[in-house]
């Protein structure tokens, strides 16, 4: 029974991950993105974004290769923007320590995120997430419900994602699981746990759902 947590704002945040990304993409192709173009992006992961944008600069599909080339220099900048020396970002601990209280009481954990899987991975060990948990970061042609799925294969349910974006309360109703919103921005008839939440609050809510 795998309970997926999203990374992207549900955990911490980092502050101007659209301005390093619109940035990484001009070291790519020599012009950044416009904010305009950004937002008229659909879908909410790195490979559905990126995808979007390619086509739009460069012409034609994007390739794996185009992929891990982005990756690379996306981690690059936020490597250097995110640096201990330069500054922190924003973690909820209560929400990080109710994970790995999760793990503790042998529940099966997943970490999910829209970011490509090497950023994933520096994102999670700044904020702290514990390393028991298997991290799934964007894949190519899978959008953030593919991406559940995948988390979920080979695991009886029941099963639960949560998240702190409308996109990721659509991506749980798509991948067809329960939700729990995180924060202020996924109001609605399903549980929602504050970003002050303590990790106590985290786990009554998920056993309310899977027990």
């Not at 994007?62 to 923007?81: H, K, P, W």
């Not at 959008?143 to 998240?163: F, K, N, T, V």
């Not at 609050?201 to 027990?211: C, N, P, R, Y």
């Amino acid at each position: 029974m795998p309970i997926c947590f999203d990374l992207d704002g549900t955990l911490g945040h980092f502050g101007g991950g659209y301005v390093l990304l619109r940035q990484a993409l001009g070291d790519l192709w020599g012009a950044e993105p416009t904010v305009e173009e950004l937002r008229a992006c659909k879908g909410s992961t790195d490979w559905e974004i990126l995808g979007q944008l390619h086509t739009l600069h460069v012409g034609g599909a994007m390739s794996d290769a185009d992929y891990a080339a982005y990756e690379s220099v996306i981690l690059e900048r936020f490597q250097t923007a995110f640096h201990p020396s330069a500054q922190d970002p924003t973690g909820f601990q209560g929400l990080i320590e109710g994970m790995a209280r999760l793990v503790d009481a042998g529940r099966p954990v997943w970490l999910v995120s829209g970011n490509a899987p090497r950023v994933l991975d520096f994102k999670a060990d700044r904020l702290g997430v514990d390393r028991r948990i298997p991290r799934l970061g964007s894949l190519p042609g899978l959008d953030r419900a593919g991406l559940i799925r995948r988390a979920m294969e080979g695991c009886p349910g029941p099963h639960l994602y949560l998240g702190d974006r409308p996109h990721d309360r659509e991506a749980a109703a798509e991948a067809g699981v329960p939700f729990i919103g995180v924060g202020a921005l996924v109001p609605g008839d399903h549980p929602i746990l504050g970003i002050e939440a303590e990790a106590s609050h985290v786990l009554a809510a998920v056993m309310g759902l899977t027990e």
